[in-house]
């Protein structure tokens, strides 16, 4: 079995295996990592319950897998490289040796803490060496880490905590974001008051600032670091328990808690990383996501480790100092392979092609895209200024719920196409339908995607809670999971996404329930009543649009415009803050009370020509005052 496709030939007939065969394939795959115990069988699945389970009665750890398994033949090799946010700040770099070392440590610190095996820990941190080492750390001793985007308000954050009804935090003192100081421990603080599940907190200093340290609760990295053993032997893990699980929005209520178990995604990430980034052992790998996203997890951190890889982190922003900062990490680390996100590749682009024609990008010989559709001219822009029309760009598309790269093509192996996805990966049987559940097999028609069988990196639950996992994703299509995706596909099998079908706004390749957002404008005295909607932007790829009625006449429209900000991002997080909030006396509901969101969005888009029948609705004439006071 070969773990690197070289040849278009070569990914027909992995193909080909991998659907005929499906046990034979990703079993051979597996035998090349360590397992404490080897599976009993390969598979066992029902999409009804469902029911997914992988290497049934593997033991393993995945840290074996991604450190110690390596120490022999590239104990000194880089396995991360961290570029801090200010490139006058020295940057560091990890032998996979001390990335072991320091795994264990923190391993042990974290018994020493109280942590047990099946504990959550949410770990909430800039993007600093500590955080891979956290997460690994937690792996390594059995805890099953959460890790939140350190730019999730405090409200956010406890909502996630509580949910995983987590035992500890890690986290830091402070935070660089840009120009940026953000008080991170300080968020923390707040979400506690809300958290009695979590006992010890972990402070590890970045900005130097002494936050306030609560007594019997919070401790230092630095001295528990300092007391803690190097030799942390693997925890025994079965393949199907939990890894982690990594709060994503969906259409309705909370976030919830996706859950990956060690198995399954340990084989699927090392085989998706090394096809499709072709990966070379001498190659130095960037992806510029933070690990706070499945992106991060499976493609920072565990992807490339699992393959031996030096992985780059970078803890800082694209434009600051100025938009040339990518394209100086670039020379200045002799990167290979860039994997990025289309809405950084746009505020690029609009801050003009000097800054990347300063650099000479020499080293580049793959490009990456993910997070949300790639535009043509953000493709082309790509391309030609920043892969000087040699390197091979894969757009992969993915979800947090699919642990990796489900639909791509393998860099420089399969052709790439502008703003396609192309080809499924070996293992994966995508089908489209019509909304009646009819296969669609016609080329180039629009179709809801799904998949027809399991790969071994795909979600097994949600946190607490497996029958919203079977409502959401495994109920619209019996037998199928379904991805909220629409995709077309042409006449060589190509996919293209098109977007979110259903109430998911992607900003900026970030996920936002519609619900969510009016959840957290509804919290403001004032408004009665809200409904929230995506629209073309030109840089975050969709922009938030909210329609909002108030309890009373407005007397004044910033402030209230202000509150309403604030209050999102109170509930949510600044990332999450509309960018256009309209005043409205109604909304377009039907006669059930059901918000006609398809007008919205039209309107939203500056589409009124062709809104479809209102006649159904409540009260028709809202659409004409909406219609006249849209902001565009
Ligand atoms: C990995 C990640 C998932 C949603 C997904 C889709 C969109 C991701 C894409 C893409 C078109 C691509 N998406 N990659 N759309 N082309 N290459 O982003 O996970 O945050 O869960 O988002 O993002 O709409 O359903 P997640």
């Known amino acids: 079995m070969h773990t690197r496709i070289r040849t278009f030939e070569e990914y027909q007939t992995a193909y080909q295996q991998s659907v005929e065969n499906p046990e034979a394939f990703w079993g051979a795959l597996a ?16 999409f009804e319950e469902p029911k997914v389970q992988w290497f049934v ?14 120490l022999k033949e590239r104990g000194n090799k880089l396995a991360i490289i961290w570029e801090p946010n200010d490139p006058k700040e020295r940057f560091v770099r990890l032998t996979y040796r001390e990335l072991h070392e320091q795994v264990c440590k923190a391993a042990n610190m974290l018994k020493a803490q109280g942590v047990k095996k099946g504990d959550r820990v949410v770990i909430y941190m800039p993007m600093i060496p500590e955080l ?66 979590v006992k010890r907190v972990i402070v590890k200093e970045r900005v130097g600032w002494k936050p306030r340290m609560m007594e019997g609760r919070d401790v230092s990295w630095e001295a528990e670091i300092e007391k803690a053993d190097k030799n942390c032997p693997a925890e025994v893990m079965d393949a199907e328990d939990m890894l982690f699980i990594l709060y994503t929005s969906g259409s309705t209520g909370k976030p919830k808690g996706v859950v990956h178990t060690c198995g399954g995604y340990m084989v699927y990430t090392d085989y998706t990383f090394r096809n499709v980034f072709q990966y070379e052992e001498s190659d130095i790998y960037w992806c510029t996501a933070d690990i706070g996203w499945v992106t991060g997890h499976s493609y920072i951190v565990y992807g490339p480790l699992l393959a031996g890889a030096t992985t780059l982190m970078f803890e800082g922003v694209p434009t600051w100092p100025d938009a040339g900062r990518f394209w100086q990490v670039v020379d200045k680390h002799n990167v290979n392979t860039f994997y990025t996100a289309p809405t950084a590749i746009r505020s690029l ?64 192996v399969t052709p790439h196409k502008p703003a396609h996805a192309t080809l499924p990966l070996p293992g994966i049987q995508p089908v489209l339908l ?20 399991p790969w071994p990196g795909m979600l097994r639950t949600t946190y607490g809670d497996h029958e919203r996992c079977r409502q959401t994703y495994f109920s619209s299509f019996k037998g199928l999971y379904f991805t909220g995706d629409g995709a077309r596909r042409d006449e060589h099998g190509n996919y293209r996404i098109i977007g ?3 109430d998911v706004i992607n900003v900026s390749g970030h996920r936002f329930g519609t619900a969510e957002i009016e959840n957290a404008i509804n919290q403001c005295i004032h408004v009665a009543e809200s409904a929230v909607v995506g629209y073309p932007h030109e840089i975050k790829g969709q922009g938030i649009y909210a329609y909002v009625i108030t309890r009373e006449p407005i007397t004044n429209e910033e402030n209230l415009r202000g509150e309403i900000l604030e209050a999102v991002v109170k ?15 109604g909304l377009p509901k039907t ?19 062709s809104l479809g029948d209102t006649s159904t609705l409540l009260d028709p004439n809202v659409v004409d005052e909406i219609k006249a006071g849209a902001i565009h």
């Open 132 to 197: 891979a080492i956290s997460v690994l750390a937690c792996a390594r001793m059995g805890a099953v880490h959460s890790v939140v985007f350190a730019g999730f308000s405090s409200s956010s954050l406890a909502d996630r905590i509580n949910d995983a009804q987590a035992y500890a935090v890690i986290t830091s003192d402070g935070l660089y974001r840009g120009a940026k100081e953000i008080p991170v421990k300080r968020v923390v603080d707040e979400a506690l008051e809300h958290c009695p599940s």
């Open 591 to 609: 006669r059930s009370g059901k918000i006609m969101r398809r007008i919205l969005r039209k309107i939203a888009e500056g589409d009124t020509s």
């Open 434 to 453: 019509t909304a009646e559940g009819k296969e669609i097999t016609e080329n180039e028609e629009e179709g809801l995607l799904c998949m027809k069988f």
């Open 57 to 70: 009665n593997g033991k393993l750890n995945i840290t074996e897998n991604a450190l110690d398994r390596h």
């Open 500 to 502: 979110r079908v259903d």
């Open 31 to 46: 035998e090349q990592f360590i397992w404490q115990k080897k599976w009993d069988k390969v598979l066992d699945w029902n």
């Open 349 to 412: 682009m609009a801050a003009g092609t000097d800054h990347v024609l300063s650099y000479s990008l020499d080293s580049l010989k793959i490009l990456g895209s993910v997070g949300e559709p790639i535009n043509e001219e953000a493709w082309h822009w790509y391309h030609i200024h920043v892969g000087k029309e040699k390197c091979p760009i894969v757009d992969t598309w993915w979800q947090t719920e699919t642990g990796g790269i489900l639909i791509s093509n393998l860099a420089g």
């Open 571 to 585: 509930e949510i997080g600044k990332i999450a803050r509309p960018d256009k909030i309209q005043f409205v006396s």
